[in-house]
């Protein structure tokens, strides 16, 4: 920690969203804001129980906490259903020396804030027996095997015994905790015939034995007494109310931070358990208290208006994720995100991409960037919305003096990927009073798609980039000669069709130059065949150079070459000089006696209007017969043996 620095503290669980979790955050940011404590808190929003690959990709939060900014890190172990995970993040807070206060777990070396569930809950249980005179009672259990669950199964037989009532097995079922496994058990209860009272070992299966109840048409408390325990928050809009054993958040949150604060003064305090008490509530779903049917009309007519108003966001951020996959790069999305920000119940937020995500985007970054850098891509600061695109090195991203006004307020992290293929994290100012999670979790899920499309479809650009480029440099080898980079027979043609087409009705000439080279066969029996790929390839650098800029070239094969030029003014693209302008340019590199052999070629030429009726075969073959003809007179003349029309 700085020095002059308020003390950090860091949360990290999973599923805020859970209106129970959020209400214990709430508490907690307040005792530590009364205690003039920061507070980062990182959350999940998957319980990682399954380790599947999104999973991965929502731990990946885990990684943007630093401990050496830490003066006291607090895990909910119990929302966090992956041990390995818990125990990792327990052992790097113990390497950087920062103590660890866990919530709802005993885990050995930390300071474990307990909830003492067995005597409130063994007081729901006594409650069946002693008040509402019940004998025949079944137990719906968790997960068998699960400590929480054994330990209430201990308690529910203990009070049989207390009572004097022999243990049925077969009115013991297993719930696991959920509902479709809690629905499985009450069937098989109804099946064996109905319990005076049915005693679950958490809320959330106690409501759906009500379910199966209703379904059947039995009055709960009436025909059967329901009891749960836990007293989570989805129970106050249940009808009826249970009968539970609710956890004394307010004990709770105060507890962990005088722990906290203990630590963070420096005193030596042992690793031990520290219990808060749960507070028994008595209600309807034994018959201690009546229905209230006022007050769930009301809270029905509340429910309803959530509902609206959560189908009204989903619209918008359907909305969101439709306009913002539209093919825009990132940046252009970037500039557009704005409204969906500022529409957020939020004064600050920002959306930090890593550099690895940055360059499959195709965005430039720098030189050095690492894969784990991050980038500030959007940012709303109260009412106004930029996108700066300010790096951050990943150990310093946390701890920037000019982020440093920002993370006074308690802060929220997210995680932002796609399976487990991370992008970055969304970070908030975490106002529970207005930051409702069920919408920031709507959010976050149509980020992750918009930044996973924007991802894809820039790849998905490049490799169509990519396959282009690879395309047309396929389609110039298959119309160019390999080895002097002109075109070859099939070029030749195509590139002629194309040329005399584009002159369309308009007087035009068509120039054919066919040249062969002198003396391929003596340079490369003399001086080897790479000489004589030098020599093909200067013959036809000059050739190029004399055909000018409407002009176009071939290589026929060995030393046979084509020049042609489409004109509309053979004089001005000097078709009746190509010949001599050949020879001296031939001329001139010899003078220069670059190679000791010289470079020499034979030409024959023929210039025809550019008609319908012309035949290009007849004029090519006139154009080798006047070469071939060349080529004759000019061994006459340096007394060289004369070769038929054919070599």
């Given at each position: ?14 599923k ?32 990682l129980f ?33 041990e ?10 113990k ?38 005179h019940?004998?025949r ?28 009532i022999?243990f049925?097995?077969t ?5 696991d ?9 009450a069937?098989?209860?109804l ?13 959330t ?20 007494i ?13 009808s ?23 630590l963070?003064?420096g ?16 209600s309807e ?29 989903e ?20 500039e557009?995100?704005?409204e969906?920000f ?17 360059r499959d985007?195709d ?5 050095d ?8 891509l959007a940012?709303?600061d109260?009412?106004e ?52 999670h ?11 798609q ?6 894809n479809?820039s790849i ?7 396959l ?10 298959y ?13 030749f ?5 194309r040329?005399?087409a ?7 000439w ?25 020599a ?11 055909a000018g ?16 030029i ?16 050949l020879?001296n ?23 025809e209007?550019?008609?319908?009726e012309?035949?290009l ?5 006139l154009?080798?017969d ?15 043996p ?6």
């Amino acid at each position: 920690m700085r020095e002059n620095q308020k003390p950090m503290v860091g949360i990290c669980l999973a599923k805020i969203q859970d209106a129970t979790r959020s209400d214990l955050m709430q508490r907690i940011c307040q005792e530590a804001h009364d205690r003039g404590f920061r507070v980062q808190i990182y959350n999940m929003y998957n319980d990682l129980f399954f380790r599947r690959k999104r999973d991965e990709g929502e731990k990946s939060v885990l990684n943007v906490l630093q401990m050496e900014l830490l003066s006291v890190l607090i895990v909910l172990p119990q929302t966090i259903l992956d041990e390995r995970t818990v125990l990792e993040l327990i052992d790097r807070a113990k390497q950087a020396k920062v103590p660890v206060i866990s919530i709802d777990q005993q885990i050995p070396g930390c300071y474990n804030v307990l909830y003492e569930y067995e005597k409130p809950f063994s007081q729901v249980v006594r409650h069946v027996f002693q008040v509402h005179h019940c004998r025949r009672v079944a137990f719906v259990a968790g997960f068998k095997g699960n400590p929480f669950s054994e330990a209430r199964i201990q308690v529910y037989k203990d009070a049989l015994e207390e009572f004097g009532i022999p243990f049925d097995p077969t009115l013991l079922k297993y719930g696991d905790f959920w509902e479709w496994p809690a629905y499985v058990a009450a069937r098989e209860l109804l099946e064996q015939g109905l319990p005076e009272a049915i005693i679950c070992a958490n809320d959330t299966m106690a409501m759906a034995v009500c379910e199966i109840m209703y379904q059947n048409n039995i009055r709960v408390p009436e025909d059967v007494i329901v009891t749960g325990f836990d007293g989570i928050a989805k129970e106050q809009y249940h009808s009826p109310r249970l009968t539970t054993g609710a956890q004394d958040q307010p004990h709770c949150s105060w507890l962990t931070m005088e722990i906290a604060a203990k630590l963070i003064a420096g005193e030596q305090l042992p690793s031990q358990d520290y219990y808060v008490h749960n507070q028994v509530r008595f209600s309807e779903s034994c018959g201690c208290q009546k229905m209230n049917f006022h007050n769930s009309s009301h809270m029905l007519m509340q429910i309803y208006g959530q509902m609206e108003e959560t189908r009204e966001f989903e619209f918008r951020i359907f909305s969101m994720i439709g306009t913002l996959t539209d093919g825009s790069t990132l940046m252009e999305t970037a500039e557009r995100l704005g409204e969906y920000f500022l529409n957020m119940s939020t004064a600050y937020m920002q959306l930090c991409l890593n550099g690895g995500y940055l360059r499959d985007c195709d965005v430039a970054v720098p030189p050095d960037c690492q894969k784990d850098d991050m980038f500030v891509l959007a940012q709303r600061d109260s009412t106004e919305y930029t996108t700066p695109m300010t790096r951050y090195p990943f150990r310093q991203q946390l701890a920037d003096p000019e982020r440093a006004y920002f993370f006074q307020a308690p802060v929220l992290f997210v995680p932002l990927h796609d399976q487990n293929d991370v992008f970055g994290y969304l970070v908030t100012v975490y106002d529970p009073h207005n930051l409702q999670h069920n919408y920031l979790y709507t959010f976050v899920m149509g980020l992750d798609q918009i930044l996973s499309t924007i991802r894809n479809q820039s790849i998905l650009r490049c490799m169509n980039r990519i396959l282009t480029e690879t395309n047309q440099e396929l389609a110039n080898m298959y119309i160019h000669d390999s080895m002097t980079g002109l075109l070859n027979r099939r070029g030749f043609f195509q590139e002629m069709d194309r040329r005399r087409a584009a002159c369309g009705d308009r007087e035009s000439w068509v120039y054919v130059a066919s040249v062969d080279m002198d003396s391929l066969k003596y340079i490369n029996d003399t001086f080897g065949h790479q000489e004589g790929d030098f020599a093909i390839k200067t013959v036809a650098d000059a050739i190029v150079s004399c055909a000018g800029k409407n002009g176009f070239c071939a290589r026929f094969g060995g030393d046979e070459y084509l020049a042609a030029i489409i004109t509309e003014d053979p004089e001005e693209d000097g078709c009746r000089t190509f010949a001599q302008r050949l020879a001296n340019r031939l001329h001139s590199l010899n003078q220069q006696k670059l190679r000791p052999y010289q470079f020499g070629a034979s030409c024959g030429t023929v210039l025809e209007s550019n008609t319908q009726e012309l035949d290009l075969d007849q004029l090519m073959k006139l154009a080798d017969d006047r070469m071939y003809s060349e080529k004759l007179r000019r061994k006459c003349v340096r007394g060289e043996p004369r070769e038929s029309h054919a070599s």
